[in-house]
């Protein structure tokens, strides 16, 4: 037997039970791996809470680091022994598990594993934010809101590697120290931040707004664009945007607006592989440091998720097996 978090109902952190379970076995293509750190992600609380619909009895996690101990049927670029990251397994909440060859990310040498393990969804995200929803150039002005969040302080550093300016907004002093250690340029609060963006560039605005927080900065994150500028609208911490008229892109300057997600960058093996790839040298070479908020025992996810949803931490959240 071995060891995993499993919930046997929705409900409270409380759900979350350490237990005693069924090593799993690799399929075909597949590979079983020994976790040696799992993330810890906003999405697996709404899971717990029912919000989204899961099967129970129900382990979560999609975001691990270990080491590969068997290789299912079929699987060729892959030995026992290498380390491998991924942000799309499932049940990573536990000792051992099961990941897909072709959703693994090999892990250099240079980075340990509790980084490996931090960075592979927000990592992929501010990857595909910066080189695909909208091309980032040298000398590009960048808002970006929540800088002090886990894909702010990422694509921050990556953006000033790339030699943009970067303003970001944060909602508190210990925030914006940490989107300054970051690389920022400027930091705002949310509270008027448009009129300031427009101030800080001679009213001309900046070439892009990434936008994860919706609802309540949609429409001054519009205003803060310049002309032929673009809205990345990743996330909606506050709540989703309303329906609205296109008509108002027109008027803002021909404006443009996408609204991604992660799964529709990395649709094949070649693009998973080179933008992890990027982001693991990035953190190896010193370019990228990523934040470890806490790590917590496995059998203490419940205590991960309660500071989580209590905002009481800042950082990355890494479950130890």
Known sequence: M????????????????????????PGPGQLLIKVAAAGVNFIETYQRRGTYKVDYPFT?????????????????????????????????????????ASKALPVPAGVDDHTAAALPLQGITAHYLMNSSFRVEPGHTVLLHAGAGGVGLLLTQLLKARGARVITTVSSDEKADLSKLAGADEVLRYEGFADKVRELTDDEGVNVVYDGVGKDTFDDSLRSLRIRGAMVLFGAASGPVPPFDPQRLNSGGSLSLT????GHFVQNVHERRWRSAEIFEAAANGTLAVRVGATYPLAEAAQAHRDLEGRLTTGKLLLLP
């Open 60 to 100: 979560p996690g999609a975001e691990a680091a270990g080491t590969i101990e068997a290789i299912g049927e079929g699987v060729e670029d892959f030995s026992v022994g290498d380390r491998i990251a991924t942000a799309e397994a499932s049940k990573t909440y536990a000792e051992y598990a099961v990941v897909d």
């Open 2 to 25: 071995t060891h995993a978090i499993v919930a046997q109902q929705p409900g409270g952190p409380e759900v979350l039970e350490y237990a005693s379970v069924e090593p799993p076995t």
């Open 259 to 262: 609204r991604p997600t992660m």
